[in-house]
């Protein structure tokens, strides 16, 4: 059982590239998030999605769009990188009506230069 | 809204020692809570929960954390640490109100992370 599963893990971008984060999940969960972490700010919201073609806004969503086409899986897109984007994302997932906290993915660590 | 304080930055305690890592929250009805720990270049892994029930909550790696309503506070605990424990923790909430009323899905509120220190 993988769990949460990201890719890539490690990426360097120049500023004004564009790159596509995945998260698959294979727990059948109907709630996905993308966080951001950075150091002192803790784990903050970019995007979540409540299931399959329904997505919505996070605390930090500026600079940043999302897909969830199918059901396993949620796309994290930076369509022209900033170097304010360099950060270390975590994709999570959990069910729907179950108030329990998430599974983690292992995360991608994004540098932006 | 819901938040949540990590007060410390970082702990350090000597090894087989007791540990405390302080949480508070506030949210407007009763919370659901959640302490996580995250090991280096490593996904967040959850240690435990408090929904409704007992006030002292036990979790994995023998650690547990106490719930007290009227302090609003959530602090982890393990009577005696080991090195293995360092590593940052993060403590959550959420405020159940919110999330049956369907937008609960905006996602748990995380603080801003503990490193906890065991020193050998």
């Known amino acids: 059982n993988a769990g949460v599963t990201q890719t890539p893990k490690f990426r360097v971008l120049k500023t004004g590239q564009s790159m596509t984060l995945l998260c698959a999940q294979d727990?059948?969960?109907?709630?996905m998030y993308w966080y951001r972490q950075d150091p002192g700010m803790g784990l903050r919201l970019i995007h979540y999605?409540?299931?399959?073609?329904?997505?919505a806004k996070g605390e930090v969503p500026d600079g940043y769009n999302v897909s969830r086409l199918k059901k396993q899986n949620f796309l994290l897109g930076l369509e022209s990188a900033a170097p304010s984007q360099t950060s270390v994302y975590f994709c999570?997932?959990?069910?729907?009506?179950?108030?329990?906290?998430?599974?983690f993915g292992s995360g991608t660590r994004l540098t932006v230069v | 809204a819901q938040s949540v304080a990590q007060p410390e930055d970082q702990v350090n305690v000597a090894e087989g020692n007791p540990l405390t890592v302080k949480c508070t929250y506030s949210?407007?009805?009763?919370?659901?809570l959640f302490w996580y720990v995250q090991y280096p270049n490593r996904g967040l892994q959850f240690l435990l929960k408090?929904?409704?029930?007992?006030?002292l909550v036990k979790g994995s790696y023998g650690f547990e954390a106490e719930f007290n309503k009227s302090q609003t506070s959530f602090h982890l605990k393990k009577p005696s640490a080991l090195v293995s424990d360092s590593a940052l923790y993060f403590c959550?909430?959420?405020?159940?109100?919110?999330?049956?009323?369907?937008?609960?899905?905006?996602?748990?509120?995380f603080g801003k992370g503990t490193h906890l220190i065991i020193q050998p």
């Open positions: 999605s409540v299931g399959e073609g329904t997505t």
């Open positions: 408090y929904i409704t029930g007992d006030n």
């Open positions: 999570a997932s959990s069910y729907r009506g179950q108030a329990w906290g998430y599974t």
């Open positions: 959550a909430v959420r405020d159940p109100k919110i999330y049956y009323s369907g937008g609960g899905a905006d996602g748990l509120t």
């Open positions: 727990m059948n969960h109907e709630y």
């Open positions: 949210v407007s009805g009763n919370p659901y």
